[in-house]
């Protein structure tokens, strides 16, 4: 599976529609690619709290129009990071704010497969919690390739974003419906940066799972953020990692090596629940 993680970088001077713009030419750019990743929040900005409810929009407005779009043209699975979603349905959440930072998945023929509502919401009472609902369901995508004898897909990804990193409870709940492989959009900041690497590798490592962390570059609302995108493999190596920059990665996975290495060293048949 050849996969590319677009590590985009902005600041607070770039106007959210010629991102958006910039963004969708570079997913058509990685035509050739299975599989196309892009970082949390990238259009609205990650910690852009004042401008989120401006740039709200349901999941069939502008960015996932162009998001759609860009998919079928480049004839990718795309992994759209995420929104600011807020539904046209006047939805709320059990917290009242109607607000979603929700990650977009979409088929290589332009349709939405999947929608991903954030778990765990970042800010201690500001930022994401003052002004979002949380997301309560795990969801999973299935990755191109072969199909099982049964017409399934031999694997399947689950969806986290960012500060769910930290969980790892949500990680063991992705894995037991049936993850190979976790994907993970950010806007992560360089204070922190080494336990984004660190957190990516151990997730990677303690369920046997493909890790596809694509995080932001640049610095905008004073947060610089930490780049260092990664994907790492079940057995905890480093296939790829980006610097601080604004950088596309583009790497092959071999996602049959998962069942290989679960076969060879079975740690998740020891679990004792
Ligand atoms: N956008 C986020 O979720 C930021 C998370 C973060 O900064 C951290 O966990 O540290």
């Known amino acids: 599976m050849r996969v590319a993680v677009l590590q985009i ?29 892009l970082p949390e929040l ?3 900005g990650g910690f852009s709290y004042r401008d989120w409810a401006d740039r709200a929009q349901p999941v069939d407005g502008p960015i996932g129009t162009a998001m759609s779009a860009a998919a079928r043209d480049a ?13 046209a349905s006047g939805e709320v ?26 778990i765990h919401r970042f800010g201690f009472g500001a ?16 990755l191109p390739g072969d199909p099982l004898p ?12 960012c500060y769910d990193l930290r969980f790892p409870e949500l990680y063991r709940r992705q894995l037991d419906a049936g993850a190979t492989a976790f994907i993970v959009p950010a806007a992560w900041p360089a204070a922190r940066v080494r336990h984004w690497t660190l957190l990516a590798h151990a997730r990677a490592i303690e369920n046997q799972c493909v890790v596809i962390a694509c995080n932001t570059a640049g610095t905008h609302a004073g947060t610089e ?26 790497v092959e996975v ?8 679960r076969e060879k060293f079975p740690v998740l048949q020891d679990r004792r629940l």
């Open 75 to 87: 004839g990718v699975l795309l992994h759209a990071g995420s929104i600011v979603e807020r539904p």
């Open 127 to 142: 930022g994401e919690p003052k002004l979002m609902d949380a997301g309560e369901d795990v969801v999973l995508v299935d």
């Open 150 to 161: 049964d017409g399934s897909a031999a694997f399947r990804a689950a969806l986290s974003t």
């Open 9 to 37: 970088g902005y600041g607070d001077d770039e106007l959210m529609a010629d991102r958006l713009t910039r963004v969708a030419d570079l997913v058509r750019a990685q035509a050739g690619h299975d599989l196309v990743v």
């Open 93 to 118: 959440g059990s917290d009242g704010h109607g607000l979603w930072n929700t990650s977009l998945v979409y088929a290589a023929d332009g349709g939405l497969v999947a929608a991903y509502r954030k």
């Open 254 to 261: 071999d996602m049959a090596a998962v069942t290989t290495w």
């Open 42 to 44: 990238w259009a609205p």
């Open 225 to 250: 953020m930490g780049g260092h995108s990664q994907v790492i493999s079940a057995t905890g190596e480093a296939l790829a990692m980006a610097g601080t920059s604004e950088e596309v990665l583009s």
